[in-house]
């Protein structure tokens, strides 16, 4: 135990700084919190194999069929030309080569979304919110730090695990006589904006978190929000008529999903709005979760 | 200093904390004493704006805890020891917490040493007994080498050499002119550690004053008397605001009357008195004294029907 004579050098005020709350300090204490735990190192280091790993299958899918077809094609006597190949795979199909950077993208959501959720959810939880407001009375820096820290991240694991699967499926294609590599068109954009849906995905599951103070439930919105209603809405298209067939696609999993392919497509929107309707969403969740933060008590 | 001014917090129909104002000085340590549920964390948390006041508002050296540029170095507090990730060590806890203020990493081993968690700063919170983590709170609260240190229920769970440590430490901080402020709901402790006391009961204040005014305060003055003739002398000294407490044989408790008059009475009706001691009056009578009316949960040692156990008002939600 100690003695009074240790307490002394409490008294030595530099020993404590004198600098105050500044906003990269807030940040610097976000990132320690975000990396002190093993679950999140463990966790962010197994999204990269997984959103990597998932890619690989989807690349090895699509090299089976084509290798398939191309026996096939054998067996009859013809050849089938690169080109041929190439049109099994329509533009707006969902299947369009230079969007295999993203082909892992929908793990990252789910991990990545959930991870942002605990972030914040797990603080309520265990109460360790109460010592982050003491430390950051203001609160909205908080916030604010912990939301650059989600979308960073996520952008860096989705972009390298994009420039990783697109690492393995290049060789792949080409051995196939296809014209795949990083010049072609909607590549790079797909390399760099799977990372931004991604992160936005991140921001929403914040702002869940932060709005219902509680981790399943936050996660279970996430979900609903980016995986089941986008199946459920699917099932609008076969409503007779045509205005059904147009509502799915603002939803924010089909209009984050618009922004990372290219190209025009009549009756559909473009990326660009596919990309300003996915941002509104975020904003959507963001502003209340901060506002909310900074009223109620903790 | 911490100036509060009809601080009110409500929770749906409760009120928490009523229309509260008081001034904690700096250079000595204030305890703030009171029955569970009385309003205490409420108002701590209140003053550390984690909790939005209702109405009224309070200050910590003139400004609101959030508007200090430097809040640690304002304010210390342990408001809760559970206030940390269960799955990160002391450690890490400890330098997030420096961090956003900038507090370099050797005040972090400074107050761990200084709180003697060596050991255990290195291991996961979540597994801390209660000692422990009210360490790592005090820890927490040092940190910023804060002006004001705010500490609710600071020696919950701490073993004895605990109890001293914290009293010795509060007692040093104020003597260094820094402003304490102390929950209990232990008025022994707060008679050894406290120079000024804030009673508060069901969300109000009832007594604000130095510890030694509060003690003498106390008008039921006991007097203790032993007495070959108990039955006789009980009848004798019973009247209006005189109460007789006959406990052991031969011994008498007696309240509103001073020893002189009792011995005036005994001597007036020819009784043997052969003991005739006034009780000095304890802060623990002072409170009881005080806060019997404000008690939120009345406890009933005698058996009966179930309904009897029911507390007198509606049961609180707050003060957790």
């Known amino acids: 135990m100690t003695t009074m004579t240790d307490t002394q050098t409490s008294r030595v005020r530099s020993t404590a700084g004198t600098k105050g709350v500044t906003f990269a300090g807030v940040l610097r204490s976000e990132w320690i919190k975000l990396f002190s735990l093993m679950s999140t190192r463990v966790l962010l280091l197994l999204t990269l194999v997984a959103i990597v790993g998932v890619g690989a299958l989807a690349v090895l899918i699509r090299f089976s069929f084509l290798d398939e077809m191309a026996r096939q094609a054998r067996d009859q006597g013809q050849t089938l030309t690169p080109e041929m190949m190439a049109q099994t795979f329509p533009p707006g199909s969902g299947f369009d080569l230079y969007n295999l950077p993203n082909a892992g993208l929908q793990i990252g959501i789910l991990v990545l979304g959930s991870l942002a959720v605990l972030f914040i959810s797990s603080e309520y939880a265990t109460g360790m919110i109460r010592s982050t407001m003491n430390a950051v009375p203001r609160r909205t820096p908080a916030f604010v730090a912990k939301a650059i820290l989600l979308a960073v991240i996520s952008y860096v694991i989705t972009t390298i695990a994009a420039v990783a699967t697109f690492l393995i499926a290049m060789p792949v294609f080409q051995g196939l006589g296809l014209d795949l590599d990083w010049s072609t068109d909607g590549v790079l954009y797909s390399v760099f904006t799977g990372g931004l849906y991604v992160a936005g995905v991140a921001l929403i599951g914040l702002s869940l978190g932060a709005l219902l103070r509680n981790s399943a439930g936050g996660i279970t919105v996430l979900v609903g929000l980016f995986f089941v209603v986008s199946i459920a809405a699917s099932f609008m298209t076969f409503i007779p008529g045509d205005f059904w067939k147009y509502v799915p696609q603002y939803l924010p999993s089909d209009a984050g999903g618009r922004f990372l392919s290219i190209g025009h497509t009549d009756g559909v929107i473009d990326p660009w709005q596919g990309g300003m309707i996915f941002l509104g969403y975020v904003l959507l969740f963001l502003v209340p979760a901060m506002i909310v933060l900074k009223k109620r008590d903790v | ?320």
Request: proline share 4%; no cysteine.
């Open chain 2, 1 to 320: 200093m911490i100036e509060a001014t009809g601080l009110t917090k409500v929770y749906g129909s409760k009120t928490a904390v009523d229309g509260v104002s008081f001034t904690v000085k700096a250079g000595q340590v204030t305890g703030f004493l009171g029955p569970n549920g009385a309003g205490k964390s409420t108002t701590m948390r209140m003053i550390m704006g984690l909790d939005r006041p209702t109405w009224g508002t309070v200050t910590v050296n003139g400004l609101h805890y959030a508007d200090h540029k430097a809040p640690l170095h304002e304010v210390g507090a342990l408001l809760d020891a559970k206030a940390v990730h269960t799955s990160r060590s002391a450690y890490n806890h400890l330098r997030a917490m420096a961090a956003t203020h900038n507090i370099p990493t050797s005040r972090v081993h400074e107050v761990i040493e200084m709180t003697g968690l060596e050991a255990v700063a290195r291991k996961k919170a979540g597994g801390f007994s209660l000692g422990m983590g009210q360490r790592l709170g005090i820890a927490a609260a040092l940190l910023g080498d804060p002006q004001t240190l705010i500490l609710d229920e600071p020696v919950n769970g701490l073993d004895p050499e605990g109890v001293l440590w914290v009293r010795n430490l509060v007692r040093y901080l104020a003597g260094q002119g820094k402003t304490v402020f102390l929950s209990s709901h232990l008025m022994s402790e707060m008679a050894q550690t406290a120079d000024h006391l804030i009673v508060i009961g069901r969300g109000r204040i009832i007594a604000d004053a130095p510890v030694q005014d509060i003690i003498a305060g106390t008008r039921q003055v006991k007097t203790l008397v032993r007495t070959s003739a108990a039955t006789q002398l009980s009848a004798l000294l019973s009247g209006d605001g005189v109460t007789v407490d006959q406990g052991q044989p031969e011994t008498l408790e007696v309240t509103g009357l001073d020893a002189r008059q009792i011995a005036q009475v005994a001597l007036d009706n020819r009784v043997l008195v052969y003991e005739l001691t006034p009780q000095q009056s304890s802060l623990e009578d002072a409170y009881f004294d005080l806060t019997k009316d404000e008690v939120e949960y009345h406890s009933h040692l005698t058996g009966g029907p179930a309904g009897e156990f029911a507390p007198e008002t509606a049961p609180a939600t707050a003060g957790k």
